[in-house]
């Protein structure tokens, strides 16, 4: 019931927040301001120095908001997603698939999200487990390619990441995407200090969001 419930958050943030930052306070501010902002999706990713406390600390903040969800990204081995599952990481997201990660989020009963570009990487992570598979680079694809990916396998749940903009967003969510990672454009304004318009970018997107999910009867 944990992954279900875990999973089930995860599809109605829409828009998970990729944040990235030099240092754990940049990251910390940055995640702030996007839940500010409207976004309720966050992955800190372990790129980030003490990345583990951060999430830590994120988590403490908003448990009492089970509507933010608070996740691990860039987890390369199970020892880094046993460190982000101790910290209260509870979804584990990587930009590849690792057998052994796919072990210790099975184990621990949280969603695991790996990278996969190709067919047979997708049927792999399935058959481990996986609940939803990351189409990562987005930028490689475009959204029409989710209908390919789906059509010999139905069950699949993608979360293209990479590529994926305001200017996009409704056509990923129309070929199929059950949610979407978002980084980039969106986080970048927090490397020079201005988490203000972090909030305000973060905001663009939480009001695209809200409208898509209105044009498409597709409220969650």
């Not at 139905?154 to 990923?172: C, F, K, R, S, Y």
């Amino acid at each position: 019931m944990k992954r279900v419930n875990i999973l089930t958050r995860l599809e109605k943030t829409g828009v998970v927040a990729v944040v990235r930052g030099k240092t754990k306070k940049e990251a910390l501010a940055a995640s702030h301001a996007i839940i500010k902002g409207g976004l309720t999706g966050i992955e800190l990713t372990f790129t980030v120095p003490q990345a583990a406390a951060a999430i830590q600390e994120l988590v403490s903040v908003y448990k009492e908001q089970p509507e933010i969800v608070i996740g691990a990204g860039t987890v390369l081995d199970a020892v880094t997603a046993q460190s982000a599952i101790a910290a209260g990481a509870e979804y584990i997201v990587s930009p590849s698939f690792d057998q052994g990660v796919a072990e210790c989020c099975n184990l621990a009963q949280i969603p695991y999200l790996p990278g996969c570009m190709t067919i047979t990487e997708m049927q792999r992570a399935l058959k481990s487990g996986v609940d939803i598979v990351k189409l990562f680079p987005g930028s490689a694809y475009d959204p029409t390619t989710i209908s390919a990916f789906k059509a010999p396998m139905p069950q699949l749940n993608i979360m293209p990441t990479g590529g994926v903009g305001l200017d996009n967003l409704a056509e990923w969510f129309q070929a199929g995407a059950v949610t979407v990672g978002v980084g980039g454009k969106l986080v970048a304004p927090a490397a020079k200090g201005d988490f203000e318009q972090v909030t305000e970018i973060a905001g663009q997107y939480a009001a695209k969001l809200k409208e898509i999910r209105k044009v498409s009867k597709w409220e969650k």
